[in-house]
């Protein structure tokens, strides 16, 4: 059965720092792009940043310089270290895997910025 399970998410005051985690679990071929993804209350789910196998990276706008995504590929585990954080970053975040029959998703992970 397969799991990708987040964690790391919580209530923090505006301008610091959490570092999400999705561990991935029973997927039996190879992992292309991991990713992040969030949703706010109201609002559609929006791209956050996303690593492929290799290591390449990509950023939504609105948090380049301040998101960093990265991967242990031995792991099938994708982190994503959040720095500078604004009340605007609150939403539920939800880790993806994409493989070759299809993509997967976490439940999500709750993070509350406080002003």
């Known amino acids: 059965q397969v799991q990708l399970v987040e964690s790391g998410g919580g209530l923090v005051q505006a301008g610091g720092s959490l570092r999400l985690s999705c561990a991935a679990s029973?997927?039996?071929?190879?992992?292309?792009?991991m990713g992040w993804y969030r949703q706010a209350p109201g609002k559609q789910r929006e791209l956050v940043a996303v690593?492929?196998?290799?290591?390449?990276?990509n950023y939504a706008d609105s948090v380049k310089g301040r998101f960093t995504i990265s991967r242990d590929n031995a792991k099938n585990t994708v982190y994503l270290q959040m720095n500078s954080l604004k009340p605007e970053d609150t939403a539920v975040y939800y880790c993806?895997?994409?493989?070759?029959?299809?993509?997967?998703w976490g439940k999500g992970t709750l993070v509350t910025v406080s002003s």
């Open positions: 993806n895997a994409n493989v070759v029959v299809g993509k997967y």
């Open positions: 029973g997927i039996r071929f190879s992992i292309n792009d």
């Open positions: 690593i492929n196998r290799g290591g390449s990276t």
